[in-house]
């Protein structure tokens, strides 16, 4: 009995030495490289490539859909968390369509920043993703995101409006919280979308609020701290092509 649970304890401790070095083996194959100033991990294996910073500097980004290294192409999918975080230089960046997830605080922080547009070949973003971007006054948003997560757009003060797709089912906690220059938001939606504790809190020019949906969904508002300013806003629900309007305030539906 006794050879038999050594037998085993060796058996265990191979396999747990196949593992170890297996992952050791696996990890080898992501290699941190530089191509035109932009830095990234490659996998060697399934040839792809994510972002994870700068080595210096740059006003206008634009990140190649595939680059070559060392003989091998590969596809650029992912920005990785917190790839530009701080870079208050940059004002332009290009993603290519063949990114399909950026990271969390992958903006955070950039102050600079003007405009991005994100292709429709992204999937997901990060929590706080272009939290307190001070100067950007664009985001086109593409169709296929299902969530806007937490505090994505927070501080983003010379943001004047947003466009949610239809594909959004959440907005996030603080999701728009402080963006003080925001005065209209659409979400097309013709489905429930959920609204996150605070996502348009201190919004204090926020002025229209437009629903696209089957029915008015009111039930969908029923909290005062998604809004900053609820005195004077108004939204608008669109259903079967007429605009109706629901004072915030009172809690009245007109026609």
Same mark, same amino acid.
């Not at 191509?35 to 080595?55: F, T, W």
């Not at 983003?156 to 089912?169: D, F, H, T």
């Given at each position: 009995?006794?050879?038999?649970?050594?037998?085993?304890?060796?058996?265990?401790?191979?396999?747990?030495? +196949?593992?170890?070095?297996?992952?050791?083996?696996?990890?080898?194959?992501?290699?941190?490289?530089?191509?035109?100033?932009?830095?990234? #991990?490659? #996998?060697?294996?399934?040839? /792809?490539?994510?972002?994870?910073?700068?080595?210096?500097?740059?006003?206008? !980004?634009?990140?190649? &859909?595939?680059?070559?290294?060392?003989?091998?192409?590969?596809?650029? =999918?992912? +920005?990785?968390?917190?790839?530009?975080?701080?870079?208050?230089?940059?004002?332009?960046?290009?993603?290519? @369509?063949?990114?399909?997830?950026?990271? =969390?605080?992958?903006?955070?922080?950039? $102050?600079?920043? *003007?405009?991005?547009?994100?292709?429709? &070949?992204? /999937?997901?973003?990060?929590?706080?993703?272009?939290?307190?971007? =001070?100067?950007?006054?664009?985001?086109?948003?593409? /169709?296929? %995101?299902? /969530?806007?997560? $937490?505090?994505?757009? %927070?501080?983003?003060?010379?943001?004047?409006?947003? $466009?949610?797709? *239809?594909?959004?089912?959440?907005?996030? *906690?603080?999701?728009? @919280?402080?963006?003080? @220059?925001?005065?209209?938001?659409?979400?097309?939606? *013709? #489905?429930?979308?959920?609204?996150?504790?605070?996502?348009?809190?201190?919004?204090? $020019? +926020?002025?229209?609020?437009?629903?696209?949906?089957?029915?008015?969904?009111?039930?969908?508002?029923?909290?005062?701290?998604?809004?900053?300013?609820? #005195?004077?806003? !108004? !939204?608008?629900?669109?259903?079967?092509?007429?605009?109706?309007?629901?004072?915030?305030?009172?809690?009245?539906?007109? !026609?």
């Amino acid at each position: 009995r006794q050879k038999a649970i050594g037998w085993a304890y060796k058996k265990a401790f191979a396999l747990c030495l +196949l593992l170890f070095f297996g992952i050791l083996a696996q990890a080898a194959e992501i290699e941190r490289v530089v191509v035109s100033n932009i830095i990234y #991990d490659i #996998d060697k294996e399934a040839k /792809e490539a994510q972002v994870v910073g700068l080595e210096e500097d740059m006003v206008n !980004v634009g990140i190649p &859909s595939s680059f070559e290294y060392d003989g091998t192409k590969y596809m650029v =999918t992912s +920005l990785g968390n917190g790839c530009f975080q701080n870079r208050v230089n940059i004002k332009a960046v290009n993603i290519p @369509s063949s990114v399909k997830s950026i990271g =969390t605080h992958c903006f955070y922080d950039c $102050r600079g920043l *003007e405009t991005v547009s994100i292709p429709s &070949s992204v /999937e997901t973003i990060g929590r706080w993703c272009f939290q307190n971007c =001070t100067s950007l006054s664009e985001v086109l948003l593409p /169709e296929g %995101l299902e /969530e806007l997560p $937490r505090r994505c757009f %927070l501080g983003c003060n010379s943001l004047v409006s947003i $466009r949610i797709p *239809e594909s959004v089912k959440k907005i996030g *906690e603080s999701c728009f @919280s402080n963006c003080n @220059s925001l005065k209209v938001a659409f979400v097309l939606s *013709e #489905d429930y979308c959920e609204l996150g504790e605070c996502c348009f809190y201190a919004c204090p $020019r +926020l002025r229209y609020f437009v629903i696209h949906a089957k029915t008015p969904p009111a039930i969908i508002i029923t909290e005062t701290q998604h809004y900053g300013n609820v #005195d004077q806003l !108004v !939204v608008y629900y669109y259903y079967k092509k007429i605009f109706y309007i629901f004072s915030y305030k009172f809690f009245e539906f007109k !026609v």
